[in-house]
């Protein structure tokens, strides 16, 4: 059996899935919570993140001589204002494009690793990140479908209309963990918009949830975030 503590085709498939497993992890937490960066985002990050140490290490016993390295540190850091400009913050408090920022940086290490004639890791890894950002996609999509708090973009008709849907809300056994009030005359004169962040004691379906609520009275919009 070949060693795994050496850079070889059994130690690079063990270390690109226990980095999936490990970022999954840490990001499977975040998505509970219904933060911006989530399950695929912190794998993504992990996975290209192990990527470069092992391309780092290819690169070491290949030319044991020299710092070919150095152009490539500055390609990492150099990619994070590409990332940074695909990462957007709506007017509706929504951080939309970490995982596309996540996947730009993981490109960079791929072609840093191919460059450099570490192909078998990075193809390994790139199929890794295509299944990523396709198939747990639909993971996350059922995790966030289903815990125990919902994030509400709500826009009422008056301010007596939100105080009952806050009341009808407390009757359903939800909690209200954060709020966001302001007030807009373009769409009905002194329309209240709130961003509501909701708790219950268990796991809810949030597309029956939304259903649930989107026949209130003076409720003029409602929308997930």
């Known amino acids: 059996m070949e060693n795994i503590y050496e850079l070889n085709m059994t130690s690079v498939i063990i270390r690109i899935v226990l980095s999936m497993l490990c970022g999954g992890l840490i990001g499977l ?18 996975l290209s993140s192990s990527l470069v140490m092992m391309t780092n290490e290819f690169i070491f016993n290949k030319f044991s001589g020299g710092d070919p390295a150095r152009l490539g540190a500055q390609v990492i850091s150099g990619i994070g204002f590409l990332g940074a400009g695909t990462i957007l913050v ?45 198939l747990f996609k639909k993971i996350e999509g059922y995790i966030t479908s289903n815990n125990k708090t919902i994030t509400l973009y709500t826009s009422f008709s008056s301010l007596e209309h939100f105080d009952k849907f806050i009341s009808y809300c407390h009757k359903l056994n939800f909690k209200m963990t954060d709020i966001e009030i302001s007030k807009d005359s373009s769409l009905k004169e002194l329309s209240v918009i709130a961003i509501l962040v909701l708790e219950s004691n268990k796991t809810f379906n949030h597309t029956e949830t939304i259903h649930k609520f989107s026949s209130f009275e003076g409720l003029i919009h409602l929308e997930e975030l």
């Open 29 to 46: 937490e975040r998505s509970i919570k219904s933060r911006p960066a989530g399950f695929r985002t912190y794998m993504i990050v992990c």
């Open 90 to 134: 709506t007017s509706r408090s929504q951080v939309k494009g970490l995982t596309s920022a996540a996947g730009l940086w993981s490109s960079a290490c791929l072609g840093l690793a191919i460059g450099i004639g570490f192909y078998y890791g990075a193809i390994i890894v790139a199929v890794a990140v295509l299944l990523i950002v396709t």
